[in-house]
């Protein structure tokens, strides 16, 4: 929610990330250093649609910074790994890139669930990992942000989309105000991000007036939704609400609406794919949000969509490319700053200073302003809804939401 790992020049030498910078110790690369940028993202399986949009778009950003000369005497290459969408993946992959002292940073990765089971090996590496998609709240803020009680829970672990606390409340507020839905109907998948979106939907919608006439839990390998069909049918919902992503939304959209139960289907940004709509024939109407504004509409992604084009990646950069070309991005800057404060070659113990510098890090990005809180969040807090129509999402409403 396309594996390409640069080959190393021969006879290179690897290029310790805690060791010396001496030119002995440099790739011969016209005596440029080689800095890999990790990623971590689900290249394959139900979520693929998804993870080879952020893989190809950090792709496109260490490509675009070694063709500009972005940091002088450096090269970027990318080493990307599959998860599969699995934590137990995952876990493996920061394991694997955090031993390769080569890699400055990880890009990734798309799940929260899958997250949770890197941050704390990325932590003890010393490894900056940067989420263009995780949207779970605990994973910066700790688990009593529903208290107002917050407290970073990783030094290194940084994300430039924005969390459900503030979408789902989005969501939930434009279900109230603008769908005009009094009744809903809220299931989740059990993961992470699915219980945490429905929950901050649930939480909004109910305290503007509106009523949850029934909740569901499914399980993400459900593909048979009979039960749940019959159940809101007899609950007469206005709308339901699907915490979870589009391989399993798409399949209950389409019974759904062939059970009888002829409302709309709305969700979040793992809704948001055009594979919603391949695999759902009955999906038109249906709504979703999504973290920041449709990179079509925005001047700073122009350049983001020519650039992509004309690489001729052959799967589109879907909901998250542009967040993250910015994530891949965050990290270069971080690189050259460290760089510009070393007199022009990368320090020593170069990871810890990236997780410095991302702290200050501030750029106009793909998606608009980059830069992070003091959780590592993101302080770019615009969402968009968005509405299923002729057979593609069209963009709705976006705002920069403030509960």
């Known amino acids: 929610m396309l594996v390409l790992t640069a080959a190393l020049t021969t006879g290179a030498l690897t290029l310790s990330a805690c060791g010396s910078r001496d030119d002995d110790k440099e790739k011969s690369d016209g ?92 932590e003890s590496n010393g490894l900056a990992l940067i989420s263009p998609a995780n949207t779970t ?27 459900d606390e503030v979408q789902g409340a989005f969501g939930g507020a434009y279900a109230w105000e603008k769908i005009k839905a009094k009744r809903v109907y809220v299931i989740d998948d059990q993961k992470t991000y699915g219980i945490g979106l429905a929950s901050a939907f649930q939480d909004k919608f109910t305290a503007l007036g509106g009523k949850v006439v029934g909740t569901e839990h499914v399980n993400p390998e459900d593909r048979d939704f009979k039960a749940i069909v019959s159940k809101a049918r007899q609950a007469k919902p206005d709308l339901i609400f699907y915490g979870g992503e589009y391989p399993v939304s798409a399949p209950l959209s389409q019974q759904l609406k062939d059970g009888g139960v002829r409302v709309p289907l709305m969700g979040g940004d793992g809704m948001y794919s055009a594979d919603f709509i391949n695999l759902n024939k009955k999906a038109e109407g249906d709504f979703a949000t999504a973290v920041g504004k449709p990179v079509e509409e925005l ?18 950069y879907e909901a998250y490319g542009g967040s993250a070309y910015d994530a891949t991005w965050a990290i270069i800057q971080a690189v050259k700053a460290i760089v510009a404060e070393n007199d022009g070659k990368l320090p020593d113990k170069p990871r810890e200073k990236v997780i410095k510098a991302l702290s200050s890090v501030k750029f106009e990005g793909v998606t608009g302003p980059v830069s992070f809180d003091e959780y590592g969040d993101t302080t770019n807090t615009m969402i968009t809804a968005y509405k299923v129509e002729n057979k593609a999402w069209k963009s709705q409403y976006s705002a920069i939401y403030k509960d």
């Not at 080689?34 to 778009?57: E, F, M, R, Y």
């Open 31 to 122: 005596g440029k250093t080689t800095v890999v940028i990790g990623l971590d993202a689900p290249i394959t399986g139900d979520l693929s649609a998804l993870g080879q949009g952020l893989k190809n778009s950090g792709d496109l950003a260490v490509k675009t910074a070694n063709k500009v000369g972005e940091v002088s005497g450096v090269k970027f290459e990318l080493k990307a790994l599959d998860d599969q969408a699995q934590p137990s993946a995952g876990q493996q992959n920061i394991t694997k890139l955090g031993g390769d002292d080569d890699v400055i940073g990880v890009v990734g990765p798309l799940n929260s669930g899958v997250a949770q089971s890197m941050q704390t090996v990325a």
């Open 137 to 163: 709240p605990d994973l910066s803020q700790g688990k009593d942000w529903k208290k107002d009680v917050r407290k970073r829970q990783f030094s290194t672990y940084f994300r430039t989309a924005t969390t």
């Open 299 to 316: 001047e700073s992604a122009k350049k983001f969509i020519a650039d992509y084009k004309a690489a001729g990646y052959k799967d589109a």
